[in-house]
């Protein structure tokens, strides 16, 4: 039988959740060039991915973290997802907004949370973790406790990896870059020369272009 980590990472790249170009990198918003895009939005689309992601996630929650009382996604790519976890679950549901509202009461959670509740946050990916951990705080500034964050994707980057330690969140995925490198090996989706270009992106992707790319 397949880990989850693998068979999550199979299904997203049959679907183009997550694309591959070691050759032809992709250019993120930061600026980064990259190997890889991934836009786990595109799950919301097939009905019986929507399904398993988001009973993954409810057993993932139940399994590792006490009883939460409510549950946040996280703008954008996340408030689906989250709400039909927090629907599963039968709690209360709110969204985390990347900046206030700039209108009416300028809310930057959408929704009603108590201070002092127990909160699960949902996240679609993980790649730096600034705006995964910007919604952390803005819960814990409503005076509530965050007992810890589920994801459906993380590339681990070390910056990620230590500022959710240092902001002491707890983060389990149901995936990662390493399971998905495996997948995508064993589908043919790559190519074995294409694993060093990939695992040198991951190690320092500020930096990577295709012109450093390992030989």
Not at 52 to 61: A, G, P, S, V
Not at 107 to 132: A, C, F, H, R
Not at 140 to 168: H, Q, S
Request: proline letters at 5%.
């Amino acid at each position: 039988m397949k880990k989850l980590e693998s068979l999550v990472a199979e299904k997203l790249l049959k679907i183009s959740a997550i694309k591959l170009q070691p050759e032809i990198p992709f250019v993120w918003a930061s600026g980064w060039n990259s190997p890889i895009y991934t836009d786990n939005r595109k799950t919301l689309s097939y009905p019986e991915l929507r399904t398993f992601i988001k009973t993954e996630l409810c057993r993932i929650i139940m399994e590792n973290f006490d009883q939460p009382d409510a549950i946040a996604g996280v703008a954008t790519g996340a408030i689906a997802q989250g709400a039909l976890v927090a629907d599963t679950l039968a709690l209360p549901y709110v969204y985390v907004r990347s900046t206030p509202k700039d209108h009416g009461l300028e809310n930057l959670i959408e929704g009603n949370l108590k201070p002092g509740q127990k909160v699960v946050v949902i996240e679609d990916l993980i790649s730096t973790g600034g705006s995964s951990l910007k919604a952390v705080e803005a819960i814990r500034n409503a005076g509530c406790e965050v007992v810890g964050m589920a994801a459906i994707f993380t590339y681990g980057f070390p910056v990620a990896v230590k500022r959710f330690n240092e902001a002491g969140v707890k983060l389990i995925t149901l995936s990662n870059y390493n399971s998905m490198l495996e997948a995508a090996l064993e589908t043919n989706y790559i190519k074995q020369e294409d694993l060093k270009t990939l695992k040198e992106w991951r190690k320092d992707p500020a930096n990577w272009s295709p012109a450093s790319k390992a030989e």
